[in-house]
C-alpha cells in the first residue's frame, strides 16, 4: 500500500513517527490500567486487616456496628442494587428518547435547529449541577411526594428513601446516557436510514430496526457508564436514601421506606473514623465497590455479545 | 477535503494554544501573588488545622480576626474530628479539632477552646404552646425513644413528666445522624451514663448502630428532616436549634433540675473539676445548674514541635495562636452562640500551651 | 410534515396488503412520536425546576461584591466566593490537562487495538473505573500526593478530578471514532497515507463533537464535587493560585455553607449554586465555540456539531 515514489527517503522518518505513536497510544493504555490497579492494590492494602477481621459475614451479616466491631453490609449492598437499578429504569427511557428525538425528529421541523441546541445544553448543564444541590432539591421536591404516598398506602411516613434516592440519581445519570447515545446515533449513516425509508419503513420501524440496532454497542456502554455513575454516586444519595440499616422482607415497604447505600456509608463515616479496624472496613467497602462493578460490567459485555449486531 | 480540515484544525490549534499561553502566564506568575508560602517567613505565615464542624463557625471568625490584628492566615477546613485526627497523625496539619478527646494521646495535647451542647428537638403540632413551658424530658425517657421502647407521643412516660400538656397519640419517629460525628459523641456520651441499656446496647460513638429511624447527613440534615415530619424527634446542636427557631426540650439533670440548654447553662456545665490535660466529658454534669448535655471541644497539636521540618518559628506561631483563641478570642463566643470557657478551663489550657517544647526545649513565644 | 412522504409509500404497500395494516402502521409511528415527546419533556422538567429553584434562592445574592471578594465569618456583612471562582477553575484547568490527552490517546488505542489483550483490560479498568465512589478516589490520591508532598495541594486535587473525568473521555472517543465508516478508514490508508495521520487528519476532526461532548461532560461532573477534595485541595479561606498550596473550590464552599447554621450563609451556598450552574454553562458554550467552524451565533442557534470536513 505504501506508493514509494512519493515517499522515498522519508520513508524511514515515517516508520518512525508510526511506531512512536503507536507507543504512545499503547502508553496511553497502560497508563489506565496501571491507575486502576494501583487503586485497587492501595484499596486492597488498606483493606487488608479488615478483610482478615470480618471474613464472610461482610458479606451476608446486616448488622453494621463500629462500636461492637461487627462489619456487615448486606443491606448496603441491597440499596445500592436497588437504588442503582431502579434509577437506571427510571432514565433510560427517557435518555434514550431524548436521543432519537434529537437526531431522527427534531432536524425535520421548522424551528429544530432551536430546540436541538436547547435541549443539548439542557441535557449537558444537568450533569453540571453539583451533587449537594441535588440533595437540597430532592429533599424539596421529592420526598413530600413519596410522603404523600406512604401516608396513602398507611406506611410509616418518612418521605426519605431507596425510592427518593432512585429518582434524583435517574435524573443524575441521564446526562450521561443522553449525551452520549446522541452522538453515537447520529453517526448511523444516512444510507442505511434512507435504504430503510426507501423500503417503506415508517419513521419507528426505521428508528427500532435500523437506527437503534446500529448503535446498540454506543447506547450499551453509555448505560454502563451511567451505572457506574449511580453506584457511586454519594453526596446526593446520602442526603435522601433516609440511612437506615434494617431490611424489612416486603419490597415495597423496602422502596418507600429508608434505605442505605455502600458509598453513603463511605462518605458518611470515612470522615470521623478513627479507629483502625473501622476505617479498614470503610475501605473494604470501597474495594467491594470495585468488584461489583467488575461483575456487573462482565454481565453487560455478555448481554451485548449475546444481543447486538 | 484536505483543505477545509487543515483550516478547521489550525483554528482550534491556535485557540487552544491562545488559552494554554494564558493560563500558563498566570500559573507562572501565582508565586508572585501568592502570600506566605515560604517556610522561614514570620509574617505572613500560613498555619493549616483541620477538623471539627461544630466549632467552623466560631473559629473561622477567630482566625479572621487574628489574621487582620497579627497578619497570621490560618486556614481551617471542618472535614469532621476524625478527619483533623487523622490529618495531624499524618502531620500535613498544623493543630486539628475535635469534639471526642483523643483516648490514646501519646505526645499529644489537647486544649478546649469554647462549649458546645446538643439538644433534643421535636415537631408536634402544639410545639407552640410550649415555648412558655417546654418540652420536658429526662435520660431515661430519651433513651427509651431513641432505642425504640416508647413509640407514641401519648405514651405515659412522657406525660409523667408533663403534666398539664395534652400530647397527641402520634407516632414518634426518630431521626438521628447519618455521617459519623461529634454531635452523636456528645449525645451517646450523656446517655452511656446515664442509661444501662443504652450501655449494653448501643455505646458510645461517633457513629452508632441505630435500632430505629432514618439519618440526615449533618446538623441541617436532621433540622431538615425533623421539619418535615409531623411527630418526629432528633438531636442537634444549640447553635444550630437557636439560629433556625427550632423548639427544643428541657432535660432534667442529675440534681433533678429540668434545665433549658443555653449559654449560660451550658458554661454552668464546665463549673466542675477539670483534670490537667483537660481530656473530660462534661455531660451529666453534677453543677447543679447545668445543662447536662454539654460539651467541650478540643484543639490538638503535637508537645515536640519540632518534626519533619517544622520551624521553631512555625511553632511559635501556632502556640500564639492558641494563646490568643483561649483568651481574647473568646470575646467572639457569645455573638455567634457558643458559650465561652470557665477560668478554670483557661487556667488548665494556659499551663498546656506552656508545656510545648521545640528540641525538647520550652518555646519563648509573644502572647 | 414528513409524515405525508411515507404516507404515499404506504398506500402503495396498502394496494398489496391492505388498508387497515396501514392504518395500524401509522399509528405504531405517531404514537411512538408522542411517546419520544413526553419521556423527553420529563426528563428535562427536573432540569427546569432545579435551575429554576436554585435561580429563585441563589439570585439575591448575586451582585459585585459576591463575586470579587473573599469571605468574611459569620456577622460581618458582604464577603463573596472569589477565591472559590478562581479555584475551581485551576482545579478544572488541572484536570483537564491530566485527563484529556490520556483519554482521547486511550479511547483511539481501544478502537485500534480492539482484540489485544492488554486492550480488553483498559476497557474493563475504564468501566470500573466510573464506578469508584468519588470519596475513594480521594482518599487514594491522598494517600499517593498529599502524603508523599507532605501537604494539601491544588496538585492533587486536579489529579483527582482527572482521574474521575477519566472514564468519559475515553469512553466518548472509543465510541465516537468507531463510528467512523470503514470506507474513509480505507480510502485514507489506500492513498498512503501513514496511520498516525490518518487518526490526527481524519478520525479526530471526524469526532470531535462527540470527543467534546465525553469532556464537558466529565468536566461538569467534575466542577461539582465535593468529596474528593476534601484531602486532597483542602480548602483554603483566602486568594491562592500556587498549585502547591491548599486551594478554594465552589462545591467546597457551597458545602460548607450549606451545612452551617446561619440563614445568612445558606442564602450564599444558593448563591454560589448559581454561580456553579452558570460556570458549567459558560464552558459548555465557550467549548463548542473553540472547536467549531462555525461563528459565535451560529453556535449558540444551531447547537449542531459542525461538520468535520467529509
Known sequence: MKMRARYNGSENKIKLKEWLFRMVLTAAGVTIVLLLGGIFFSLFVKALPAIKHNGFYFIRGSVWNPQSGRYGIFSFIVGTLLTSFIALIISVPSALAISVLLSEYLPGYRNGRFFISFLKNATDLLA????????????????????????????PVYGVSILAASVVLAIMILPYMASISREVIALVPAELKEASYALGATRYETVGGVVLRYSASGIVASIV?????????????????????????NILRFILGPGNTMASVIANEFAEATNSVYLSSLTEIGLFLFIISLILNGIGKWTVRRFAL | MKKGLAYGQNRIGRRLLGTLMVFLLVMLGSPVFARGSKEHRIRGEELLGAGATFPYPLYSRMFHEYGRLRGVKVNYQAIGSGGGIRQLLSKTVDFGATDAFMNNAEGILHIPTCLGAVVVTYNLPFAKELTARRLRLSPEVISDIFLGKIRKWGDPKISKLNPGVSLPNMDITVVHRSDGSG???????YLFKTSEEWREKIGKGKSLNWPVGVGGKGNPGVAGLVKQIRGAVGYVELVYAVQNNMPYAAIRNRNGKFVVPSLNTV?????????GDTRVSITDTSAKEGYPISSFTWIIFYREQHYSNRSIERAKELLSLLWWMVHDGQRYTKALGYAKLPEAAVRRAEAIINSAVYDGKPIEFGR | MKTCVFERHISNDARITGGLLKGWRLIKDRGFAYLLFSLSFLGILPLLLIVGYVLVKGISCINFDFLFSLPVPVGEMGGGIANAIVGSVVLVFIASLFSIPVGILGGLYLNERRSSKLASWVGLSVEVLQGVPSIVIGIVIWMWVVLQMGHFSALAGGVALGVMMLPTVVKSTEETVRLVPESIREGVLALGIPYYKLVL???LPMSKGGILTGVLLGVARVAGETAPLLFTAFGNPYFSLSIVKPIASLPLVIFNYATSPYEEWHRMAWGASLILIVFVLVLNLSARFFVSENSLKKVFLSGEKSEGGE
Open chain 1, 128 to 155: 453540571g449541577v453539583p451533587s449537594v444541590i441535588y440533595g437540597f432539591w430532592g429533599l424539596v421536591f421529592v420526598t413530600p411526594v413519596i410522603r404523600y404516598f406512604e401516608e396513602l398506602l398507611h406506611l
Open chain 1, 225 to 249: 457508564l451511567a451505572l457506574g455513575r449511580a453506584m457511586g454516586e454519594t453526596m446526593a444519595v446520602t442526603m435522601l436514601v433516609g440511612n437506615s440499616n434494617r431490611l424489612p422482607a
Open chain 2, 183 to 189: 454531635t452523636t459523641f456528645i449525645f451517646s456520651d
Open chain 2, 267 to 275: 458554661s454552668l456545665a464546665a463549673d466542675i473539676d477539670i483534670p
Open chain 3, 201 to 203: 487528519r481524519v478520525l
